[in-house]
């Protein structure tokens, strides 16, 4: 059990070393933008708009999905997959504020009690992919060895037929 699940989280794997890039940045943007916001509590304004971090992560998420579809490269793609990430924590720290600012009969607020309850999901998405990554990759490994298997077998007819 122990050895699959450092299976899971094999770093040199390309696809997992993606989504734990994700993960990871995700998890660091979401801590410092919580931490800032609440001990600095500075917003930008602009002509008159408070402009919300979200919309910052909105845009990055953006850049990072296009830099993945239209980059090749294994560098191109962990800064691909740590925009995303970063872009992800942005976004979902203020999900929040979002949701009491949007809901009838609530405070807006900023420090909303469920919010880590949210993060822990999106994490927990994260992390739900690459155990399907590897189901998935794992599969394909079966599948393949065996048509190689079936393709061996038919290629090579055993010694015994050849003799007679």
């Known amino acids: 059990m122990i050895k699959y699940i450092r ?22 943007a979401f801590s410092i933008a919580r931490i800032y916001s609440l001990s600095v509590g500075y917003s930008i ?14 845009l990055i998420i953006s850049i990072g999905g296009l830099l993945g579809i239209l980059t090749s490269g294994r ?11 970063a ?8 999900i929040g504020l ?11 607020a900023y420090a909303f009690p469920d919010s880590f309850d949210i993060i822990f999901a ?5 992390i739900s992919v690459m155990v399907l990554t590897d189901f998935i990759d794992r599969r394909s490994m079966r ?22």
């Open 7 to 28: 299976s899971i989280f094999d770093y040199h794997e390309h696809k997992k070393q993606l989504l734990i890039i994700v993960l990871l940045s995700f998890l660091a």
């Open 45 to 58: 304004y602009i002509s008159g708009y408070h402009i919300h971090h979200f919309y910052f992560g909105a």
């Open 75 to 85: 560098r191109k793609k962990q800064i691909s997959a740590m925009f995303i990430g």
């Open 87 to 94: 872009g992800m924590g942005l976004f979902a720290d203020e």
């Open 98 to 108: 979002l949701l009491n600012c949007t809901s009838n009969n609530r405070i807006c």
């Open 122 to 126: 999106i994490a927990l998405s994260i």
């Open 143 to 164: 599948e393949k060895k065996r048509r190689d298997a079936i393709a061996n077998k038919t290629d090579h007819p055993q010694q015994s037929d050849q003799n007679k």
